[in-house]
């Protein structure tokens, strides 16, 4: 199982005893994957590959009086997944719901303006909201596997005036949802660890939520162990080479003039590293009680001398 047809399973196991909660999610998951139809009396229709999802939300249907049917096809095409269809087909008590929402008035005559009346009257209290995001996560929502890739959430394949409502909606819950163009539809999505787990949080996901954590926790620590592990192998390497580099002009000072020409304190330094090769600046500083600070302006004169040597000769050394 995905993990994000296991967050479904989650929410779907999310039964609100408030029939306004209820009417908020059914809402929710209804604008976004379902349609109505006006031929012959009003009739109601929603598709989701998920199956879950397909239960919860017939137990919904039945619950404002309806007689939901369901069938199951296969698409034809693409991936060719499973589908299944929930039909609401006409009766009475679907145009009395469709009144309430404001999706039809009977001045007007059928009108669909679906996202101003929905905010108006079914959203107005936080546990509503927080049913509305679990029904269009259910019609669109996914979550990258935590364990496997970036933490990312998403609705996709929503109307411009869906993914408004819906960023308005996360904000009002404080988390940072944006809106990216996809060909003909618009995709909302969250990014980041708590942000996330923020959303599975106000949805009732909680099952699903404590796996996310647990996972979330075990790659920070990896990554943390990681990042000290290249960090101590940079300063290895940084150690080695520094170490390599001053042996090696120590080497051509005492082959061109002699160690013994050098001034004392520049010899004891020279003469250090020569016995330690394999040391970091602050092991010669303890074993030679002398500051990091003074060790490392004598090497730095060595390697000038160094330079003098290679570049401008022998006789340039004390330049």
Request: proline share 3%; hydrophobic share 40%.
């Amino acid at each position: 199982m995905s993990f994000t047809a296991q967050v479904k399973e989650d929410i779907s196991r999310v039964l609100s005893t408030k029939s306004c909660c209820r009417k908020a999610e059914f809402v929710g998951f209804f604008l976004i994957n379902g349609s109505i139809k006006i031929s012959g009396g009003v009739s109601l229709t929603m598709h989701t590959e998920n199956s879950t999802a397909a239960r919860k939300i017939y137990l919904l249907a039945k619950d404002f009086a309806f007689k939901p049917e369901i069938s199951v096809y296969r698409r034809s095409q693409l991936k060719k997944n499973q589908v299944y269809q929930l039909s609401i087909p006409p009766q009475e008590s679907i145009e009395t719901f469709l009144m309430e929402l404001g999706m039809i008035t009977e001045n007007a005559g059928w009108q669909y303006d679906f996202f101003p009346t929905v905010e108006r009257n079914f959203l107005s209290a936080s546990c509503c909201r927080r049913a509305y995001l679990r029904g269009a996560f259910l019609a669109a929502g996914s979550i990258t596997d935590p364990a496997v890739g970036s933490y990312h959430l998403e609705f996709d394949s929503l109307e411009p005036k869906q993914a408004d409502f819906l960023v308005s909606l996360l904000h009002g819950f404080a988390l940072n949802a944006k809106i990216v163009r996809r060909k003909e539809t618009e995709t909302v999505y969250i990014k980041g660890a708590e942000q996330i787990s923020d959303f599975m949080n106000i949805v009732g996901s909680h099952r699903s939520l404590l796996e996310f954590e647990s996972v979330r926790v075990t790659k920070d620590v990896r990554n943390r162990a990681n990042r000290l592990r290249n960090c101590d192998t940079a300063n290895v390497n940084k150690t080695v080479e520094a170490a390599s580099r001053q042996i090696e002009e120590i080497k051509l000072i005492d082959k061109s003039i002699g160690m013994s020409k050098l001034p004392q304190n520049l010899r004891v330094a020279a003469e250090l590293r020569l016995e330690n090769p394999e040391a970091s600046l602050a092991e010669l500083s303890q074993l030679s009680h002398l500051g990091r600070s003074a060790l490392n302006h004598r090497f730095r004169r060595l390697n000038q001398i160094a330079y003098n040597i290679r570049v401008f000769g022998v006789e340039a050394w004390d330049k």
